[in-house]
């Protein structure tokens, strides 16, 4: 059911990066459930987490490993099982996985980073995932983003995966990432696992900030269904490879080589929300004419989360009352309904709060009926603007989630 | 597929209210869709409406004219179109229409209270409501609750009403009241249209009181699908037709009149929910152990809007991974996963944030499997706490709400 998205091509391989899979029947046997990626002595990791209070294992021993030590050598991956609430022998779990890669890849276990994805408040399966780890270890090779793609996912139907090249002062800066959703989705520090390469020679500071600025306008600004996982993780490993000289964070080249990761992180974030579980149609929402940024994207969450303008796109239906409903309902102090506009593309439907004259229902189905189209909203009260990406709601949803156990 | 719900009997005549209906054909014909309601005079009418912004034209109207006069002597309320977003000639309409009830009743048109519910975006159908109007005059009558019940119904399955009566030093006291639900319900200062009429005889501020303490225990705390509508209005008539001495915020009988005005507007709100779109489970949800009332309903709010909570539900999954991650993601500053406790009904499921060494999956799948069973929540960081009621997400409520206008 994705919205206009297919694998993804042609992932560049990133130099300092290795990647293996293998598969521990984590959640069902039979296909590749556990992802490792080695990363080259010297690179410099950061990450960002989710802001759920019920923090998984792995993200509660990503932040611990992050502030420990700064010689991140390997991730490792798993899908099926999200290892949260799961208590202090949830936590046992994922220190004995990275033990076991450390082991594999001669390291220590604090140079490990863990993720794991999929039901909440189950043990993971600890002696099959201890098995795989040698196999993945054994997998490992430069070319594999496509399978490291493949191996994340859980509900997603289409694997997700982006490249961008630039060419900096040093030579040619490579990004490739890979990310996986696709419910459980209103990332507020990040998503639900993305994980992000460059070989550039990024210092430690600009490494921490390039992933931010990237995030900001890209994992957090989507929603499928206003639900924040407690495992959203997204790291961006700088291996160092290209040059010899640091990118710091005023440098020329940090400019070209943050802008390629904010691009590969938007397309990330966009293939989430075009895989929303149950997506049919791939909506934009621009909000302009806001006090600051904050108020923009409260309305902007306020009509991409409401389950009734989420049903009706589904349908097809131009029912723009609803839009208006969660403008009013977003909570913005003194809003003047007769300073607002709604359109979709560039139909209008509302002006100075009053419905447009030449507007006929025929013209606002024309636009729903798109696989793809933007609602733009203007509040008349400020400069500030912010655009968010969502996915209406179908049967689908409802089927995917209430079967998703069984 | 209302939960435990059947049409209300024995709904109490309330002295000094008298009921008619009419069909105007608002939506479609072959139903009664127009509702007035007459008020002896010298009775005291309260209202709360919704915060949503887009307020529509009727709300407005019901302000201003509740801040013009203290006299009301009729509502007027249609179902099919809720005049909202309709700018300046919505409330010209709005107008209208209260001049002609005023007309066929003999009062002044600021004596009417006019209340829409329907479709938003659209134009009244004006010609058709004005005939309708002397019809639903000449049908007034003491008893007719139950018609009054059925004639404000939308997508609601099955009408609603309830009856208390007390007795009071000054003699027995009647509470009756109706309801209309069942989508874009997330009242945040009423719902989606409630009449309540008691005949005591209540002072104004005592009116206001009563109703502003029943609405924040009922109607404030459910939840549908976390949509407030530009609707939302629940008014309390007392006809003062009953003893002779008003009865004041400080007298013992305000207590007993203001519990029955409670009880009433719990039950509404309860049917609201029992009936809303597409529901097959009816959820109390209740939180202690918070730091104030506030914090309790957030995390209240959080699980009850919750749609991936919602569709396990729906599903009879006992998922109560998805429980608590709505508590993680609700934005408890400073939270401790360690001190949270979720049960469903008596069953344990987290104990000092550890899953419970007792719990089995078949004990919590015996509970959802019920029709109507409580979730609860202890956060282990205070005494206070807050009680709401939701209902599940299925297949039914995208339906309905993609096929809504069609």
Not at 80 to 87: E, V
Not at 240 to 244: D, E, K, L, P, R
């Given at each position: 059911m994705a919205v206009n998205l297919s694998e993804p091509t042609n992932l560049l391989p990133v130099t300092g990066v290795r990647l293996g899979v293998a598969e521990a029947?984590?959640?069902?046997?039979?296909?590749?459930?556990l992802l490792l990626i080695e990363l080259a002595e010297g690179s410099c990791v950061a990450g960002v987490f989710t802001r759920?209070?019920?923090?998984a294992a792995p993200v509660q021993l990503c932040r611990e490993s992050l502030k420990a030590t700064s010689a991140i050598r390997a991730l490792l991956v798993n899908a099926?099982?999200?290892?949260?609430?799961?208590?202090s022998a949830g936590l046992e779990d994922a220190r004995r996985t990275t033990a076991a890669v450390a082991a594999a890849l001669g390291?220590?276990?604090?140079q490990v980073l863990p993720f794991s994805t999929g039901v909440i408040g189950q043990r993971l399966p600890l002696e099959r995932m201890l098995a795989a780890v040698p196999k993945a270890a054994a997998d490992l090779?430069?070319?594999?983003w496509a399978a490291a793609a493949r191996t994340i996912?859980?509900?997603?139907t289409v694997s997700k995966g982006a490249s961008r090249r630039v060419a900096t002062s040093q030579g040619d800066v490579t990004v490739t990432g890979i990310a996986k959703g696709?419910?459980?989705?209103?990332?507020?520090?990040?998503?639900m696992l993305a994980f992000v390469a460059t070989d550039a020679r990024l210092t430690p500071a600009a490494t921490d900030a390039a992933l931010r600025a990237a995030v900001d306008e890209?994992?957090?600004?989507?929603?499928?269904?206003?639900d924040t996982s407690t495992n959203d993780s997204c790291v961006l490993c700088a291996t160092?490879?290209?040059?010899?000289r640091e990118i710091g964070i005023?440098?020329?080249d940090y400019a070209l080589v943050s802008a390629a990761i904010r691009e590969v992180c938007i397309e990330l974030a966009q293939c989430v929300v075009r895989d929303g579980?149950?997506?049919t149609r791939f909506i934009t929402i621009e909000v302009g004419g806001a006090r600051d940024v904050a108020e923009a994207r409260q309305v902007g969450y306020a009509i991409a989360n409401s389950p009734l303008v989420k049903t009706a796109m589904f349908a097809g239906d131009a029912n723009w009352g609803r839009i208006v409903m969660a403008i009013g309902k977003a909570?913005?102090?003194?809003?003047?309904?007769?300073r607002v506009g709604v359109a979709l593309d560039d139909v209008v439907l509302l002006e100075g709060g009053e419905p447009h004259p030449d507007y006929r229902e025929e013209r606002g189905a024309a636009i729903v009926a798109r696989p793809e189209f933007t609602i733009r909203v203007g509040l008349?009260?400020?400069d500030a603007q912010a655009r968010l990406w969502t996915c209406d709601f179908s049967y689908e949803y409802v089927k995917i989630n209430a079967e998703y156990r069984t």
């Open positions: 029947a984590i959640k069902k046997p039979g296909r590749n459930d759920n209070a019920f923090a099926g099982n999200a290892n949260a609430a799961t208590g390291c220590a276990p604090q090779a430069a070319g594999a996912m859980t509900t997603d696709v419910g459980m989705i209103e990332p507020h520090m990040a998503t890209s994992f957090n600004c989507v929603t499928v269904d206003s160092a490879q290209v040059g010899t005023g440098d020329a579980e149950g997506a909570g913005v102090e003194g809003l003047d309904p007769a008349g009260r400020g």
